[in-house]
């Protein structure tokens, strides 16, 4: 019995140890970290346990109101960007490249970019990867098991903001102000708002 004791004894003392050394090694780069860190992780860990789809995870995605068309919605997001001064730099028709290809017809995807050239430069200068996320991108996809109806996605930005060491003050808010924005032009789009 005192073996056994002793055995459990030294297991705890292992784990203390172990904790401390952790905290001490973990716990001051932890503390760079935003904020906000745990949550966005946490959601993440959530969306990938119910979707098992890390690209799921990693994308905001809006449904568009039925009766809304595709001309509408990618006019609606020019609208909605251009009264944000959220300057619209270009659209891809991924579907007739497709369709080019093939000699086929496609669904309807079509990748819509914008910019705000001052928080890009902000990124930039903070750091070269960051130009990664620019333009940002909307694309417009006609749901392949219902034609006709049609969907909104974009890279979700609250990782670059959130997930690791805290940004600078002035970038986190312009990024913050960023993401917003393209939520807002996405949902009012999707419901057909000009």
């Given at each position: 019995m005192a073996v056994?004791?002793?055995?459990?004894?030294?297991?705890?003392?292992?784990?203390?140890?172990?904790?401390?050394?952790?905290?001490?090694?973990?716990?001051?780069?932890?503390?760079?970290f935003d904020a906000e860190y745990v949550g966005v992780y946490t959601q993440f860990a959530e969306k990938l346990i119910k979707t098992k789809d890390p690209?799921?995870?990693?994308?905001?995605?809006?449904?568009?109101?039925?009766?809304?068309s595709v001309?509408?919605?990618?006019?609606?997001?020019?609208?909605?960007?251009?009264?944000?001064?959220?300057?619209f730099v270009g659209e891809a028709p991924f579907y007739k490249q497709v369709e080019a290809m093939t000699g086929k017809p496609y669904r309807?995807?079509?990748?819509m970019s914008f910019c705000d050239a001052k928080v890009g430069k902000m990124m930039a200068e903070y750091n070269d990867v960051y130009t990664a996320f620019m333009p940002c991108r909307?694309?417009?996809?006609?749901?392949?098991?219902?034609?006709?109806?049609?969907?909104?996605?974009t890279m979700s930005l609250d990782m670059m903001i959130h997930g690791g060491k805290e940004l600078p003050p002035e970038l986190k808010k312009e990024a913050q102000r960023?993401?917003?924005?393209?939520?807002?032009?996405m949902n009012?789009?999707?419901?057909g708002q000009f």
């Open positions: 056994i004791r002793n055995l459990l004894a030294l297991v705890g003392l292992l784990a203390v140890v172990a904790g401390a050394v952790g905290y001490g090694v973990v716990g001051p780069m932890l503390g760079e690209g799921a995870t990693m994308v905001y995605s809006v449904p568009v109101k039925e009766g809304v001309e509408d919605v990618k006019e609606s997001l020019k609208s909605l960007a251009a009264e944000r001064n959220f300057l309807h995807i079509a990748f909307i694309s417009v996809v006609e749901d392949k098991a219902k034609p006709g109806k049609y969907w909104l996605h960023i993401w917003k924005t393209i939520q807002e032009i009012g789009a999707a419901n």
